[in-house]
């Protein structure tokens, strides 16, 4: 008796569960929910094939490090890079001479202690420092940046979708809101204190735009640095610091592959060996 209960509880619930599964999808397909502005207006990046992609890709150091000069000199202002070292900056062709010289002339110093008085105080950066934050708190960055809190990019090239690429393609995509958009959905108006980017998934974002003209960067190495370029580099840059050892990697993956080969191969041969005289 209380079996048959159960069976009837349940294929009772199985058949409320049926109704309300017939009725979602048929109000998905009769009445669908209309499309927003992110989804009509939102631009997807470009591929912009940078040597460090693909199975045996490996790092363009003279651009890394051109990259790491923009972020120096444009983004260093507003953005940590809290999980890299100084020191990490020797795998990207930096001698150690010049890691010791770039930490001490950082122009933010690491949060230190007071040995004589104990209040809080400054040092300058050594080589097995990270790179300082540009803001003492969480309270400090909004303060400076409209409420805004800028991200750590020491992760961004994996944090984001299509990362480089995006990178390269956000810092180069602001530009006026289309009178379209605002036709279409006029309550999708920029607010104050934003900027329209249609690569930002929701299309306004708070940074401003951190490349504003070529030139804005003089490279040591006396390439031009137009706009484009510059976002390229530093996009190549974000890619190391999420993933400095992507060379590394790539050479394991590949010597493991071989691996693999032979041992097919060999195995392959030692069959044959063993069951040569059975077969025949």
């Known amino acids: 008796m209380l079996r048959t209960i159960a069976t009837l509880i349940g294929a009772a619930f199985v058949f409320v569960l049926a109704i309300a599964l017939f009725g979602t999808a048929k109000t998905a397909i009769t009445d669908p929910a209309p499309e927003s502005a992110e989804h009509v207006f939102r631009q997807h990046p470009e591929n912009i094939g940078l040597a460090s992609n693909g199975l045996f890709g490996k790092f363009d150091k003279r651009q890394v490090q051109r990259g790491f000069q923009v972020y120096k000199e444009v983004c260093s202002a507003c953005h940590s890079l809290k999980f890299v070292h100084f020191r990490d900056l020797q795998k990207i062709g930096y001698t150690e001479a010049e890691v010791k010289a770039i930490a ?46 800028p991200p750590d990019l ?16 956000l810092m180069l995509g602001y530009q006026p809101q289309p009178a379209a958009l605002l036709k279409e959905f006029p309550g999708a108006k920029t607010p104050p204190g934003l900027h329209y980017n249609p690569i930002y998934p929701n299309l306004n974002i708070a940074m401003p735009p951190p490349i504003t003209s070529d030139g804005q960067v003089a490279y040591a190495d006396g390439t031009r640095a137009t706009k484009d370029q510059m976002a390229r580099d530093v996009a190549a840059f974000l890619t190391w610091t999420a993933e400095p050892n992507l060379e590394a990697r790539h050479a394991a993956g590949l010597a493991a592959f071989l691996f693999i080969l032979i041992f097919c191969f060999l195995t392959w041969g030692a069959y044959q060996n063993v069951w040569r005289d059975v077969k025949h």
Do not use: C
């Open 104 to 149: 001490g002339q950082w122009a933010i110093e690491q949060p230190s202690v007071n040995p004589d008085t104990g209040e809080a105080a400054t040092r300058k950066n050594v080589a097995s420092d990270v790179f300082p934050s540009p803001f003492a708190n969480e309270v400090a960055a909004r303060a400076a940046n409209n409420n805004a809190l």
């Open 154 to 169: 020491s992760l961004m090239a994996k944090a984001r979708e299509d990362g480089s690429n995006y990178i390269h393609a």
